[in-house]
């Protein structure tokens, strides 16, 4: 009796009745509630979202299952009325898609290391070697991602094909290993590293380029997945390279190759989407396996200037 009667003592003292909730729980309920209720109304937007992000690939992919004449039929077929398996097995004969695939591969693999072996190493001097106009230069390296490619696009053209490397892989690997963006980014990345580091390196006797491979590398691995995803994606689907220096059909890579498809009076659909579908999975891995450092290096790649 005594713990009941102190019980309902403090009840009192806290302004409320006895029996009844008292006056400070009421509002720490509501903002429990109203905080569910937006959290639940966030999940529907986002599922929303994703759903609309998501609807062209869940078209793209059901229509690689259809023939042709039903690809493009109004109302939409969302779910086929008969599933033509055989176009997965019918792409590799109708054309070389396997030479298609092995070219995208090769181009992306190669311009992806380059670019984060150049962008890596010219991001270190930008961030941790002081030399004059050191931040002027970077600015100025950096406003010529301001420039859209179809400036230089003819001068980049000419330039090659004086230097008799157009219908080859070299043309445009000499023309993408190097990016600004991959330096802004990994500079980015490397300003949040202590300085610290590098004084006690030098100290010990290691010249800049061992702190770059044996102190900043290591450490950058987040930045560093994030740029080869973003290159190797773009990579994978550049159509305009491929497109303006690649003239053997033995050399065009996947996007270029589904062309075949395309005659002058009417097109395959069904093996435009079924290629599509072919030429997403490998991106669609690669993400899949590194987007937990993917999402990392885009969060803390610009938490300092």
Partial sequence: MSSLASDLAREVAAGGAPGRP?????????RRTRTRLGRAAMYVLLTVLLGIVLLPFFWMLSSSFKNDVDVLTVPIQWIPKTFVW????????????????ANS??????????????????????????FPGRDALFLAYIATIAVP??????????????????????????????GAFGVFLMRQYYMTIPDELNEAARIDGLSDYG???????????????????????????????????????????????LQSFIGQYSAQYAMIMT?????????????????RYFIAGIATSGMKG
């Fill in 149 to 178: 490619w179809q400036a230089y696009m003819i001068p980049q053209y000419v330039m090659m094909q004086k230097a008799g490397l157009t219908n080859t892989f070299a043309a445009l690997i000499l023309l993408q290993a190097f």
């Fill in 211 to 257: 702190i770059w491979a044996r102190i900043i590398l290591p450490l950058s691995k987040p930045a560093l997945a994030s740029l080869a995803l973003l290159t190797f994606v773009n990579t994978w689907n550049d159509y305009m390279g491929p497109f303006i220096y690649l003239s053997s059909n033995q050399l065009w890579t996947v996007q270029i190759g």
């Fill in 275 to 291: 290629g599509s579908v072919i030429s997403v999975i490998p991106i669609l891995a690669i993400f899949l396996a590194g987007q």
């Fill in 22 to 30: 008292s006056a400070s729980r009421a509002p720490r309920s509501a």
């Fill in 105 to 130: 591969a090769f181009l992306s693999i190669v311009i992806t290391i380059l670019q984060v072996l150049t962008g890596s190493f010219a991001a270190y001097g930008f961030s941790k070697v002081r």
């Fill in 86 to 101: 055989t176009n997965y097995a019918k792409i590799w004969t109708e054309i070389p898609m396997a030479g298609y695939l």
